[in-house]
């Protein structure tokens, strides 16, 4: 069966000669991967075709005896040239088709990841990056996953933690918020979250889109604590290894500007 679709160039690697196996991300098949037979050679029709974070209209035979199909055609959609000589935008970029990667499952319909990762893509392609931008579209694959931490209600008894109801801490175990009250009777002995870096993960997590983010002008202080934050709730959570997530970050902040966001 051949089978048309957008698609996006997740990661790429050279097999033996000229040929290359393509993973791609796309809406209704979810993660999969392409050979390229003659890829690298100077008539190829796919030379120039495709790149990583490429959006593309790819044509493939898919067959169920087969984990790699054959790619027949392929014809750039968003070739987000600023992904080539913007290296932060190109490490924020690595992350996300990293993390989709490794968290999206062959052949199983992605259509709410597909959306997250191109809109993603396309906003580092337009406008750059910085944390806060990674963070809030953290905050929605998590929500997505069902995994969106409770930041509004204690984890334990239930209570509403409103803005000004007094100190939280945060437990990655349970899912979110504890109250003093339960905080002291957890085992975990969760860590408090300072109330400001919880007040714009509330504002980030109800958040639409980017903007928010983008707007909000964080100290220092408030992004390192949200990136270890989020960072232990991916890995404990998704219980993946995320050094590409550590990599981006570093090269996103070594040339912020101090206290800017976006
Ligand atoms: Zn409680």
């Known amino acids: 069966m051949i089978v048309k679709t957008h698609a996006i160039v997740m990661r ?3 097999t033996a000669n000229t040929s290359r196996v393509v993973t791609w991300l796309t809406p209704r ?3 999969v991967a392409t050979m390229i037979k003659g890829a690298l050679r100077p008539k190829s029709l796919f030379l120039g075709q495709l790149d990583l974070f490429y959006t593309c209209e790819l044509l493939y035979y898919m067959r169920a005896d087969r984990e790699v199909y054959i790619a027949r055609e ?3 959609v968003k070739p987000r040239p ?3 000589h913007n290296w932060r935008a190109c ?4 992350y996300l088709t990293d993390l989709t990667a490794r968290i999206c499952p062959p052949h199983a319909p992605q259509p709410f990841l597909y959306q997250w990762l191109d809109d993603a893509l396309d906003e580092f392609d337009h406008h750059g990056t910085a944390p ?3 963070f809030w579209l953290e905050l929605k694959l998590l929500e997505h996953l069902g995994l969106a931490p409770r930041l509004r209600h204690c984890m334990a008894c239930g209570g509403a933690l409103l803005p ?5 801490t945060f437990s990655h175990a349970r899912g979110g918020l504890l109250c003093a009250r339960c905080a002291r009777n957890d085992p975990e002995r969760a860590p408090l979250i300072p109330p400001d870096v919880l007040a714009i993960l509330r504002n980030w997590q109800s958040a639409p889109d980017a903007n928010a983010a983008r707007r ?3 100290a220092p202080r408030q992004l390192t604590t949200m990136e270890a934050l989020l960072g232990q709730f991916l890995q404990y959570h998704l219980d993946l290894p995320l050094p590409s997530r550590d990599l981006a970050l570093a090269m996103l902040k070594r040339t912020m500007p101090p206290g800017k966001c976006a």
């Open 74 to 76: 392929c014809y750039p």
């Open 164 to 168: 000004g109801s007094g100190p939280a």
């Open 91 to 94: 490490a924020a970029a690595s």
């Open 132 to 134: 806060g931008h990674v």
């Open 216 to 218: 909000t002008r964080c």
């Open 12 to 14: 790429q690697a050279p």
């Open 82 to 84: 600023t992904l080539r």
């Open 29 to 31: 098949h979810g993660r």
